[in-house]
C-alpha cells in the first residue's frame, strides 16, 4: 500500500510540476506577444522583434507567423519568408500561412513561387476569393488572358456585384474580345459604384 501511495503521489507531483511549468510559460509567452503588439503599434519593430526573441522556441507556429510579418513590416523580406517558412513546416495546411507568405514573396518578385502557393491552397478551398482574383489577375497581367478567365469563372456565380470581379473581368474580356460579356461586368461594377470613372472609359471604348 505504502509503495502505490508513493506512486500515486510521485504522479501527482509530475503532474503539478508540469502545469506549473506549462502556465508558466505560457505567461511569459503573453508577455512577449503583448509586448511585440504595443512597439508594432509605435513602429519599434526592432523592439518588437526583440520582445519574441526573448522566449522564441523554433517549433512554435504562433512565434514564427509573428516574426514572419514584423520582419515583413520592417521591409526585411528574407527574413520573413525564412520565418513564414518554419511555421508553414509546423502547419503544412495553413491557408493564413500562405497568404502571408506572398506578400514579402512580390516584393522580392517570386511571381512563379507565388502562384504555385495559390494554386495549392485552391486543393483544399477551390473557391476562395482572394486566390482566385489575385491569380487572375497575374495571369491577365501577363497577358495569359484565356487562362486568367478561368479563375474569374470560378468565383463570378458567388459574387457577382463585387465591383473589383467586374471591372478584372471587363478588361480580360475586353483583351479577349468578347464584348458583350465585358459590357455585362463593366455595367455592374458602375451600378455598385457609380461614381467610378475607370468602367465608364472602358466601355466608352468599346
Known sequence: MNVL?????????????????????????????????????????????LSL??????NSYEMNLRLGWLY????????????????????????????????????????????????SILKSDDKNYTVNYRLA????????NSQALTYIKKIQPLYPFDYELNLLSGKINIALGNITDAKISLQQAILYNPTATEPVELIKGL
Open 5 to 49: 501511495i508513493k506512486s500515486i503521489l510521485s504522479i501527482l507531483f509530475v503532474v503539478t510540476v508540469s502545469s506549473s511549468f506549462s502556465q508558466r510559460t505560457f505567461n511569459e509567452k503573453l508577455t512577449a506577444f503583448s509586448s511585440s503588439y504595443e512597439k508594432e503599434y509605435t513602429y519599434d519593430y526592432d523592439n518588437a522583434i
Open 72 to 119: 515583413y513590416l520592417k521591409t526585411d523580406y528574407t527574413k520573413s519568408i525564412s520565418f513564414y517558412k518554419k511555421a508553414l513546416a509546423q502547419n503544412p495546411n495553413s491557408i493564413e500561412i500562405k497568404l502571408m507568405i506572398v506578400n514579402p514573396l512580390s516584393y522580392l518578385g517570386n511571381w512563379d513561387d507565388i502562384v504555385a502557393i495559390y494554386e
Open 53 to 58: 526573441e526573448k522566449v522564441y522556441v523554433e
Open 137 to 144: 489577375l497575374i495571369w491577365y497581367n501577363r497577358k495569359k
